[in-house]
Structure formats: structure tokens, C-alpha cells
């Protein structure tokens, strides 16, 4: 390799280091999230002392909501529940956010679901809930064992769904509680992209028949009562009156935080940089042979100083292994991609402005609110680009509601499925080259006396 290549192999790796590690405040903070998404916990709890065997049951009779300025007027406020609202029983290891619990719960637009441990879920019974039809639930715990059911009269019930939270003290917090996470609504924008809005929401759930009856203390995991509508209007809480308690909350349990977290796509922001330096870098890599033909060994050497550029830059500001490694063997099929190309056209500007639009210009334009999500995720399925779904963190979950788009950071490919799509063009472009090749070196000679002058002339 030339030292102007590896000079600017350097230069990748800190396009993608310097300005991942001033994202993240220092080196691996990505990493934690990037070995898992991080989750939500914040609603209103009232609550009391469970020891290691009992249960609580309740009667719903009614669950009501807020939306706040949904489109299209932005001016109004409305009664509403979003789908994944969330009011019923659930037991947890204390009150501090991210600790284990388990629950049951009647949803906005899900039906009664049993849900544990933030990323867990399982359907009960669909439908909704009123005076007229009203839904009996209970949580019951029997050692690390949690079991949700749900009954329409109160007296047959079925299980809903059972989790063993091994862990769990000898006492734990049980009780209702509320939330209710925000509205989301897409907003076009350029060429036809979405650009996310969420609204602030807040669900009500009306409860009686509590059994067995005590004292509860009330407090909100996760901070609470912060917007305008909750201290102007209606706060989040929780109100007993003659064996009616009314639970008031807003926020969600589940996968997805609301504080803004720093992921891998975040701390990669300089990855597109690093991308364009390989695929030039890779271009230059020609033998000095007559028919200019990429040589196999300084192909290599430059698929493997590629494979440690994106392995070391990537490895420093997200430290998750498959992340790393990943995005260093789309960078090694990147630059084998441009080697290739060269050799092809012969011209290094040709491989350059080719490999750019095959793989630099779909990873980028992808990457921001610019085109319609299925256009945007057609090119990561069907380009070189695909390769990069290497770097996604992010899970999709179907008891979240967020925008499941590559503006949002999530690829419609696997990891190993775009790495696959990626793969397969330097693959097809080896049998073009080597075809080429035997085509130009087999083709026959006419002998040296049948390309005279003169014996062409006639003479």
C-alpha cells in the first residue's frame, strides 16, 4: 500500500472517532445502548408492600384519555387514548426506574395484555372497556413467579401470561398505575420524507372492587407533571373516593426511552466521511502490469486495511462486536467493490463517481428525512448500501409505536441479509473482470506477416 492510502485510511478513522467521542462525552458511552435499546419507565403508581406470595385484584370500569394539539388544527385539545395506553396492576422491584416488574393492563387499542421486563408481551383478550362492560384484572405472585389474568364477571378467569422475574426481594412494590406514551404523527417534508412529531398524552383509569383493601402510598416513577396541561389542567395522580380510585399518568413502559439517548447511529455520524475515503482509497489500488489489472494480493491488502479502518473507528465509539466487525467488512467489500471498478473502466475518476452512486449517494440520502420511506428502504434492499445495516442497533417492536423508517435509523434488511446484498456485488463484478480477462488474453494473433504494410497493400 502507498502511504498517501494508508495517510488517508488514518483520516477515516478519526472522521469517524473525533466527532463519535464528543457525541457520546468519551470513549464506549454508545456501547450501552448499543448492546440493547433503552427502555421507558414512567408512569403513576399507587402502591403498597407485597410480600413473597399474594395478589391484587381490581375491577376497570373505565379508561379515558387526553391528546394534546393532534393534527390538523394544532389548537385543540381532545379526549382520546393512543393505541399503546396503558392502566391496570403491576408489581416491581422498588420504585427506581429500569428494575424488573411484571404486569397487566387494559391498552388504548390492544385489549388486555400481560407485559414484563420492558420488552415482553402477551395478548389477552381484545376490546375495550366501559360501565356496561367492565374488565376484572389480577397480578399474583408466588415466589420469582408473576401471573396476569383476566376475568369478565370476576369470577372464571384466564391467564393472560406468566414471567419468572428471578431477583425479585422478598418484598416488592404491587398496585395500579397509569401512562400513556406520546402521539405520534409523520410530517412530510423535501421530497417526500417524514419527519417525526410526537404530542403530549395522558390516560385515566377508574378502578373499584380493590381486593384486598389497605393502605397505598402514591408516587410517580419517572418524573411527572411537568408540561403545561398537567399543572394547569388535569395533574397526574392518583384520587380515592368511596372505594373509587382514579389513576391520572402519562409516559410509557417498554423498549424505547423518551429522554433522547446516544445510539450507534448517533455516534456514527462520521461514517459517511470514512465511506467516501475508502471507496477513493480503494480505487487506487491498480498493478503496474500492461493490462492493468488489479492484482489479488494488493486487492487484499487493501480489503484488509479497510476491514481495520472500519473496525477500529467503529469499535472505539460504539464497543459492540458484531457492530464493529460488521461495519468492518462492509468497508472491506466497499473498497474490494472500487477496486474492481477501476480495473472495469479503466479510468480511476469512472470507479470513483460509480462506486459513489452505488454506495456513498443511497447510505446517505437514506439516512435523512429527504425521500418516502419505501423508496428509501427499496435502495437499502436492492444497493450496496444494504451492507450497512451492519451498524443498526435499533429493534422493532411491535408493542411500540415509533416510525420504523431508515430516517429513523432502522433498515429493512438484517445485518447479515445487507452484508449478503453488498457481498454479492464485488462477487458478480469478480466473473465480469475475470471474463474480461480471458476474453482479452485468449483472443488469437494474426502471425507478424500478416500485419505488414506491404502485404496488406498488396505489394
Known sequence: MRKRSIVALVAAVLAVVVPGLLLAGGPGSPGREGAGPGVADQFWFLHRDLGTEGSLTVRLTAMTGTITYPPPDHDEIVSGLVPWAKVGLILKDGLRQGSPYAAVMMTGDHGVRFQHNYRHDVAGRPGGVSEQAPRWLRLTRSGATVTGSESVDGKIWETVGTARLDGLPDTVQIGLFATSPGDLTLRRVALGGSVEEVRFTQAVGVFDNV?????????PVGEMNRTDWERLRHASGAVEQAGVVTVSGAGDIGPFGDEPLITARLALMGLPIALIIVLV????????????????????????????TGLIAVGVVVPVPRVAIGLGVAFALCAILAGQLRELFGRRWAAVVVSTLLVFVPYVVTTVALLPDPVAQWLLRVTPAA?????????????????????????????????????????????IVRRRRAGRWEQPRMPRSDRSPRRHAGV
Open 211 to 219: 381486593s384486598p383493601g389497605g393502605a397505598w402510598a402514591s408516587d
Open 281 to 308: 482509497v480503494g480505487t487506487s489500488v491498480v498493478s503496474s502490469s500492461a493490462t492493468g489489472a488489479v492484482g489479488r494480493r494488493p486487492l487484499l491488502a487493501m480489503a484488509a486495511a479497510s476491514f481495520l
Open 387 to 431: 451492507g450497512f445495516a451492519a451498524g443498526q442497533t435499533l429493534v422493532e417492536y411491535p408493542q411500540v409505536t415509533a416510525h420504523y423508517a431508515p430516517s429513523a435509523g432502522y433498515f429493512p434488511l438484517s445485518w447479515w441479509a445487507g452484508l449478503l446484498v453488498l457481498g454479492a456485488y464485488p462477487a458478480v463484478l469478480a466473473l
